[in-house]
């Protein structure tokens, strides 16, 4: 795919400096895997992702918006077009009373911690997801029976032709790991929460508790993408990969976690392909055990 035009002109409409290009993704995800991008930015602001959205557009080149790669598995061929990282630009957190907005690049531990410090509850179940609020609010993350759909209210995003736009309360169409952004190359600028007032001890009592339930089931000392797959109705998918015997199964570089059946971890130089063939095996061995079908709550994207 030729880019000559579109760098061209995207370097008179950005700061050069922020277009690099060949960059190895496996240095921007948590699974350490995946090939090179062909131009990677990280954008330094709203109107700079604005401009590139409508110059990829205009020279039909795809894009793809991550932001700390924590819920990715990139293609071992890597990605053709331009991937934008908002992780280390859009990352501010303000807070208003009770309300509290962050822009998508935000971890959501820092806006979990950013809410005890305020003395504002409902944010705990967040506060060891390690992901950001962007890709947080595309797949309504959860754990320990919170979810996002619980506390935003309202989120401003980049619909695809680069206009600027807004959803509130039930127009985020929140589900099971889903809402309105999934599937689709809205960019999500900024949410907001809505959250109660609570007594500081007690919330940080509570964050402190969930974190040491996540350090004590999960591996978190080997590279991972977090839970691989959706929790199938009325099963946990952790305990039917265990049951299968699956247990510390490997494919190359890839293992399924000897700690928690439900996440791969890469035990070594594993490959994208490893994985998807770790994948591959685990949903054959519980279909054919169990009757129960897994669906991949990973995000996996690049060239196949």
Do not use: W
Not at 84 to 113: D, H, M, P, R, Y
Not at 156 to 162: F, L, W
Not at 218 to 242: C, D, H, M, N, T
């Amino acid at each position: 795919m030729g880019y000559k035009k579109f760098i061209d002109t995207l370097k008179e409409r950005i700061n050069s400096e922020d277009i690099l290009l060949d960059v190895p993704m496996k240095n921007h995800t948590s699974f350490k895997i995946g090939g090179n991008a062909d131009i990677f930015i990280e954008p330094s602001s709203v109107e700079e992702i604005i401009e590139i959205i409508k110059l990829s557009n205009k020279y039909n080149v795809p894009y793809y918006i991550i932001g700390n790669g924590s819920n990715l598995l990139i293609s071992d061929k890597g990605i053709r077009g331009v991937v934008l990282k908002t992780f280390n630009c859009l990352n501010n957190v303000e807070v208003f009373q009770n309300i509290i907005e962050s822009q998508s690049g935000a971890l959501l531990s820092k806006t979990a911690n950013l809410a005890l410090n305020n003395g504002l509850k409902g944010l705990e179940f967040a506060s060891g997801i390690p992901g950001t609020l962007g890709g947080a609010i595309v797949m309504n993350a959860g754990a320990y029976s919170g979810e996002m759909k619980d506390v935003i209210i309202e989120t401003k995003y980049i619909d695809e032709d680069g206009e600027i736009c807004k959803v509130v309360g039930d127009q985020h169409q929140f589900g099971y790991r889903t809402s309105i952004f999934q599937g689709t190359k809205k960019f999500i600028i900024s949410s907001k929460f809505q959250l109660e007032y609570g007594d500081p001890v007690d919330i940080k009592a509570k964050m402190q508790e969930l974190n040491q339930r996540r350090r004590d089931k999960q591996p978190l000392e080997f590279p991972s993408a977090g839970s691989v797959f959706r929790r199938p109705e009325g099963y946990y998918a952790g305990k039917l990969i265990e049951d299968s015997d699956l247990k510390g199964y490997k494919l190359g570089g890839a293992t399924v976690s000897t700690k928690h059946c439900g996440f791969i971890v890469n035990t070594g130089e594993a490959t994208a392909q490893d994985v998807l063939d770790l994948i591959e095996h685990i949903q054959k061995t519980v279909k054919q055990k169990f009757d129960v079908e897994l669906k991949t709550e990973v995000k996996m994207i690049g060239e196949r």
